[in-house]
Nanobody
Framework: LRFSWASGGGLVQAGGSLRLSCAAS????????IGWFRQAPGKEREGVSC????????YYADSVKGRFTISSDYAKNTVYLQMNSLKPEDTAVYYC????????????????????WGKGTLVTVSS
């Protein structure tokens, strides 16, 4: 499995928006649950959002509900994370991950992670 970042993080002012993209080669996203995780400096990794293999179920951390939206475009084999109303506390390295064990809940993935991980992309939100 291989991930690549088509576009992603950067520097944005508080209240602004960014969209992260996660593209893959060697496998099709619709066979995997896909998740976004992040790790801020000095903090543990945390789950941000995930989407089921069918794309029909999404899950969000309480800290991003109402601000972030995960979506998938299976024709492009790409999953997106639209991030609006960004806050300085959203500053972190964001990672895309995939798991073929599609039967687990978002809580499980957030607690235990996923099987396959892409390279991180840095999001910096200035106050």
């Amino acid at each position: 499995l291989r991930f690549s970042w088509a576009s992603g993080g950067g520097l944005v002012q508080a209240g602004g928006s960014l969209r992260l993209s996660c593209a893959a080669s060697g496998f099709t996203f619709d066979d995997y649950a896909i998740g976004w995780f992040r790790q801020a400096p000095g903090k543990e990794r945390e789950g941000v959002s995930c989407i089921s293999a069918s794309g029909g179920t999404t899950y969000y951390a309480d800290s991003v509900k109402g601000r972030f939206t995960i979506s998938s475009d299976y024709a492009k084999n790409t999953v997106y994370l639209q991030m609006n109303s960004l806050k300085p506390e959203d500053t972190a390295v964001y990672y895309c991950a995939a798991d073929p064990r599609t039967y687990y809940s978002g809580d499980y993935y957030f607690a235990y992670g996923m099987d396959y991980w892409g390279k991180g992309t840095l999001v910096t939100v200035s106050s």
